[in-house]
Structure formats: C-alpha cells, structure tokens
C-alpha cells in the first residue's frame, strides 16, 4: 500500500489520491458579482474575508461548498472588497493584500 502523504503523479494526475495538477495555462480569474473578493484558479476558490483572512477550498465533484457554516457563527467581515496584487510566476500566482 503506498503512503496517502506522498504523491506519484503519472502525468498530472496522482496515482495514489487522484489529485489533478492544475494546468500551467491557467489564469487567475476574479468574479466580480460576489460580495467578498473571489479569485478562481482553475479548480481553487480563493476568497479575500481581509486583508489578512482568507478562505482557500478546492472544488470537489459537488463544487463549491457554500451553505452555511455550523462552526463560524455571525461571521462579519469588510463590506469593502479586499484589494489585492497579483504576479504570475512560472508555476502559480502570488495574491498579496495590503
């Protein structure tokens, strides 16, 4: 039995857990009609709650989980959207906030 902590990728997939490498030709998109600041990544959600709070998530074949949350009660943040930076590197996108 292999170690589910490693991975052994045939290509881009992982023959252990499945895990799809995300292409090097995706782009880092922002969906501008949510109410906090929503950045897609091929199938990463990154959602900037602050300039120091994040929310990270990988799309299962259900998609997005976005139903309410049993364990983060009246949960407030900025009504502003976060801005941010972003710079492409060879192999992924940096997002920095103030």
Known sequence: MKDRGAHDFNGNVCTVC??????????????TSCPVTTLYYGDTRI??????????????????EDRDSYTVYNR???TDKVEYKSNKTE????????
Not at 47 to 64: A, Y
Request: zero cysteines; a negative charge; aromatic letters at 10%.
């Open 47 to 64: 959602q900037l709650l602050s300039d120091s709070l994040l929310r990270l998530e990988d799309k299962t074949n259900k998609g997005f």
């Open 76 to 78: 407030e943040f900025q």
């Open 91 to 98: 192999e992924s996108f940096e997002v920095s906030t103030e």
């Open 18 to 31: 499945e895990y799809e490498k995300q292409s090097a030709g995706i782009e880092l998109i922002e969906d």
